[in-house]
């Protein structure tokens, strides 16, 4: 690390000034600069492209886990963690799933609303049992509210409205 500061900084400073300050040997300094890259260094450069490659063939979806297995499954045998450093390093990330959140959360003390359908969706004259429900609907900039209403004979829409909650705003929009 002291050599790559060297390197660095030696636009600025001298080279003797600077291994002088870092307690090291200038003829250290040069030598590390004409050494080739270690073995270790030319597998993970080696390794860093094949993860580019995986990961851009996974549509850019993949992390580190998965780009680990995918590895593994084809020969190429390494850690975990070696992996997560490399896509680091590259930087590549994968996708994460969305946090599933109930959004209903009944009190226990809360009572229950009977059931007058007792489950039995078949209705035999019109205008006589509808079902309705409300969902939630994450979008990239709000929270669409879409409620419905069934008629449970036809097995037709019978009313519907859809609320779009936003940070600050809110507004209705008529289906």
């Given at each position: 690390?002291?050599?790559?500061?060297?390197?660095?900084?030696?636009?600025?400073?001298?080279?003797?000034?600077?291994?002088?300050?870092?307690?090291?040997?200038?003829?250290?300094d040069?030598?590390?600069?004409?050494?080739?890259?270690?073995a270790?260094?030319?597998?993970?450069?080696?390794?860093?492209?094949?993860?580019?490659?995986?990961?851009?063939?996974?549509?850019?979806?993949y992390?580190?886990?998965?780009?680990?297995?995918?590895?593994?499954?084809?020969?190429?045998?390494?850690?975990?963690?070696?992996?997560?450093?490399?896509?680091?390093?590259?930087?590549?990330?994968?996708?994460?799933?969305?946090?599933?959140?109930?959004?209903?959360?009944?009190?226990?003390?809360?009572?229950?609303?009977?059931?007058?359908?007792?489950?039995?969706f078949?209705?035999?004259?019109?205008?006589?049992?509808?079902?309705?429900?409300?969902?939630a609907i994450?979008?990239?900039?709000?929270?669409?509210?879409?409620?419905?209403?069934?008629?449970?004979?036809?097995?037709?829409?019978?009313?519907?409205?859809?609320?779009?909650?936003?940070?600050?705003a809110?507004?209705?929009?008529?289906?």
């Open positions: 690390m002291k050599f790559v500061f060297v390197e660095r900084e030696k636009a600025h400073h001298s080279v003797t000034r600077l291994c002088r300050v870092l307690q090291v040997s200038p003829r250290g040069y030598a590390w600069r004409r050494r080739a890259p270690s270790r260094a030319r597998q993970d450069a080696h390794m860093q492209q094949t993860i580019i490659a995986v990961h851009q063939r996974r549509r850019g979806t992390g580190a886990p998965c780009i680990h297995a995918d590895l593994w499954a084809s020969g190429l045998h390494s850690g975990r963690k070696r992996v997560a450093r490399l896509m680091r390093a590259a930087p590549l990330v994968g996708v994460h799933r969305r946090r599933s959140r109930g959004t209903t959360q009944r009190a226990d003390a809360a009572t229950r609303v009977p059931d007058r359908v007792a489950r039995a078949v209705a035999a004259v019109p205008h006589r049992l509808w079902t309705a429900d409300i969902t994450p979008t990239q900039t709000a929270w669409l509210s879409l409620a419905v209403v069934l008629a449970v004979y036809s097995r037709r829409l019978s009313a519907a409205d859809l609320h779009l909650a936003r940070a600050g809110s507004g209705r929009l008529r289906l």
